[in-house]
């Protein structure tokens, strides 16, 4: 009966042992992880990740030699049949003790050296000549907004782009973070939540905390699509609030900046009129902003001054592509079948009013 329970036991550790294994080995399944911070894509990346590499070989020598002892010494003094008398008992062995004291003491603060230097170097102020750009964190999306002198939009304001922040390489971005919430059109309560913005192959990971301003540096190498993504419990829709690090030359991101700058022009197909004029009489005004366009004016919901700009390329948090107008479709006929809990009304819209919003917003470069 016993051995039977053992056999069971026994059978069930192999069987949990087999599992580990096999999520260990599909967790190594990304031959391409555009997320990864093991393979940084500027100076404040590979900063943390200069730090990681050592920290981890110390605390991996640190796990075999404790667990090994550990195994070790359950081996080597386990019970065995015929041996039952009581082993010799020890209380205390001082010179072991202070041994285990101190050797564990020496070796955190070797790791503390080059950990505290990594902090405060990360958290010097940005350099001069910096790009500065306040992020938001919304309920579930980002904002970028730009906000140098030489960044404004024709109606004064900074640029702003949401969900895809566009950067020069080579130039260090200063980011102010900031968590954002409010009623939208009024009733829909978008919450000031903790949010964590993260893009591991750029930056390390900060939180965004309602009612304080945090910073961070990131600065990209090489131009390229570089995804981000928010790294805290945020509510419904906290694993699809994602976001993109388009990173230009200089010179494309200078002439990015002067289209940005200018204000969006009035379409001249009248298909894309009629969408115009559904935007400005219908509810889209009261949260959203199109620059040039007299009383798109919300600031509650993305900004679409540039929405069509082939570089931005996503909305909605990356879940639609900007390029692809059936997208688009299916996001105005029912935005939370794509992005649960949405802060999007549905409108009930026709699929008329659909296609003529759809020309409209895809006259927007
Ligand atoms: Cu925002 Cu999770």
């Not at 087999?18 to 992880?33: D, K, R």
């Not at 750009?133 to 999306?141: A, F, K, N, S």
């Not at 131009?223 to 690090?245: D, I, K, N, P, W």
Request: hydrophobic share 45%; charged share 15%; glycine share 8%.
């Amino acid at each position: 009966m016993r051995s039977e329970k053992r056999r069971d036991v026994r059978a069930r550790g192999l069987r949990v042992a087999g599992l580990a294994a096999l999520a260990l080995l599909l967790a190594a399944c990304a031959p391409h992880a555009t997320q990864d911070s093991l393979k940084p894509q500027g100076p404040y990346a590979r900063e943390i990740k200069n730090l990681f590499v050592p920290v981890f070989w110390v605390a991996a020598a640190v796990f075999f030699l404790v667990e090994g002892g550990f195994v070790y010494i359950l081996l080597r003094y386990r019970h065995r049949k015929g041996r039952d008398r009581m082993p010799a008992q020890t209380h205390g062995n001082t010179r072991l003790e202070i041994g285990w004291t101190i050797v564990p003491a020496v070796v955190l603060a070797a790791v503390m050296v080059p950990t505290v230097a990594t902090i405060f170097d990360l958290a010097r102020k940005p350099p001069a000549g910096a790009l500065n750009v306040t992020v938001e964190g919304r309920q579930w999306w980002w904002n970028f907004k730009y906000t140098d002198a030489d960044m404004k939009n024709a109606a004064g304001g900074p640029i702003a782009t949401p969900d895809v922040m566009v950067i020069p390489t080579g130039r260090p971005v200063y980011l102010s973070l900031e968590a954002m919430g409010g009623l939208i059109g009024g009733t829909n309560p978008d919450f000031e939540v903790i949010h964590s913005f993260w893009v591991p192959e750029l930056a390390y990971k900060q939180d965004v905390v309602p009612g304080r301003t945090n910073h961070i540096l990131l600065q990209a190498d090489h131009t390229g699509t570089y995804f981000g993504q928010c790294a805290e419990f945020c509510g419904l829709s906290h694993g699809l609030m994602r976001f993109r690090v388009l990173a230009m030359t200089p010179a494309d991101f200078a002439t990015w900046a002067s289209q940005e700058k200018q204000g969006a022009a009035s379409p001249t197909d009248p298909f894309a009129q009629k969408g115009m004029d559904f935007f400005l009489n219908g509810s889209c005004v009261q949260c959203h902003t199109i620059t040039g366009l007299q009383g798109a004016g919300g600031v509650s919901a993305p900004d679409l001054t540039h929405y069509a700009n082939p570089a931005h390329s996503c909305a909605a948090s990356c879940a639609i592509d900007t390029l692809d107008p059936s997208q688009l479709s299916r996001w105005l006929a029912n935005p939370a079948a794509i992005v649960p809990g949405s802060k999007m009304p549905n409108y009930h819209l026709s699929a008329d009013q659909i296609q003529a919003l759809v020309a409209y917003l895809r006259s927007l470069t």
